[in-house]
């Protein structure tokens, strides 16, 4: 985004303009920035071609995930309904990774009819469960297992998922008794090691300890793995003082491990590839004086972005209206939900706002529609693609008339 002449644009257009004819709160994606994304990370790790399967958790509108497809990427899925939507958009099943630590057996069965390339088991339990499934319908089927390294990612806690406190995977003894069972197996073919740290890593470092972990696991057994799966977790900037993830050191790093373990790598990045793709632009509908600060409301609320009120989650925000004039009280930015954790955040030396003034919460193309609520049985906003000049609709407004 940038401003021409004091009004902020998403690639060729101003969002006033956007606004005046899709209304608000709205969010809007850069189709230039998502290919910029997604060529960015191809090139990162082009020395040894990974599968690169986008998280569909991270954005589940059926048209980004039909743009994404278009550059040959992948899908990691962890429920039937993303399976559906993946391959609604398209996605080739061998290239669909099905991960996550409570897969049903209708779930199962459903994955194993589609033909998809991987189900990443967590537990014993559910390879067993597996197991019993593809008997049943006399087939041998691909999986993974997914491995609890106890890494720490150095992110937040409700997103750090490679510790021996978290839910995910298995432990090394686990492990080796896993692939124990699936030898004695007709019916599952184990060909993936899986492990996924966690979300919004910004330090290099953890992938490397993560990758000396995967490595002393492989060398304590005879099994031969096609796959490795590293899973995604690679962050990005949302404010100036975070420091950009090194791709060249994790580059290294891997490469590294490829000398030692002939495999194939898959990566499931969501963020990196959709974050800053998407803005959320909403208009102040009230100020009110609080006396020590000024609370900004506007007409998007927590069910529209949960991030902020989830795990305090810092958006950067602009006024897409500049002007040299700065506020001599904070203000903070809530929405209309009967909740005070209905917060956006609260910034110091802001411009002066006014009621009916545009505002853009920044890279909200992760985990923005695709943890959105009709909480308080408020309408989901609408979705545009947004193609230098050219804006499609890739998902209409809710109207109460189809929540109520």
Do not use: W
Not at 16 to 33: H, M, V, W
Not at 313 to 328: E, G, I, R
Not at 388 to 394: A, D, E, L, P, W
Request: charged share 25%; glycine share 6%; hydrophobic share 35%.
């Amino acid at each position: 985004m940038n401003y021409i002449k004091k009004k902020l644009n998403i690639e060729k257009i101003s969002i006033p303009n956007i606004a005046k004819k899709y209304g608000t709160p709205c969010y809007c994606y850069s189709y230039s920035k998502l290919k910029e994304n997604i060529n960015n990370f191809k090139k990162s790790f082009s020395s040894f071609s990974p599968l690169i399967c986008f998280a569909v958790k991270s954005n589940t509108n059926v048209n980004i995930i039909r743009e994404i497809k278009k550059f040959g990427l992948g899908a990691d899925v962890v429920s039937v309904g993303e399976l559906m939507m993946a391959l609604k958009a398209g996605i080739n099943p061998s290239k669909i990774v099905f991960s996550g630590v409570g897969k049903t057996t209708s779930e199962i069965s459903f994955a194993i009819d589609k033909k998809i390339l991987l189900i990443n088991a967590e537990s014993l339990s559910e390879i067993k469960e597996i197991n019993r499934i593809a008997k049943s319908k006399n087939k041998r089927i691909k999986i993974g297992v997914r491995l609890n390294p106890n890494t720490d990612a150095k992110t937040l806690s409700q997103i750090s998922t490679g510790k021996k406190e978290n839910k995910f995977g298995v432990n090394k003894n686990t492990f080796y008794e896993i692939i124990n069972y699936c030898k004695n197996s007709k019916n599952i073919d184990l060909k993936c090691l899986s492990v996924h740290i966690g979300s919004q890593i910004l330090d290099h470092r953890p992938y490397e300890k993560m990758l000396k972990a995967v490595s002393q696991i492989l060398n304590k057994t005879n099994h031969k793995f096609e796959f490795i799966d590293l899973g995604g977790g690679m962050g990005i900037t949302y404010t100036d003082k975070n420091k950009k993830l090194n791709y060249k050191k994790y580059n290294t790093a891997i490469l590294k491990f490829l000398r030692k373990h002939k495999v194939k790598i898959i990566f499931e990045p969501g963020r990196s590839i959709i974050g800053d793709t998407g803005t959320l632009v909403s208009k102040i509908i009230y100020i009110k004086d609080s006396g020590s600060k000024k609370f900004i409301i506007l007409d998007a609320a927590m069910n529209d972005l949960m991030r902020p009120a989830l795990y305090g989650a810092f958006h950067k925000t602009l006024p897409v209206t500049k002007s040299n004039k700065t506020s001599k009280k904070p203000y903070e930015f809530v929405g209309p939900i009967c909740e005070s954790t209905d917060k956006f955040v609260t910034l110091k030396k802001f411009q002066v706002l006014n009621e009916k003034d545009l505002i853009a919460i920044c890279d909200v193309g992760a985990y923005g529609m695709s943890l959105s609520s009709n909480y308080n049985l408020r309408p989901k906003p609408i979705e545009l693609l947004i193609k230098g000049s050219k804006i499609k609709v890739i998902r209409k407004r809710q109207k109460h008339k189809d929540i109520i």
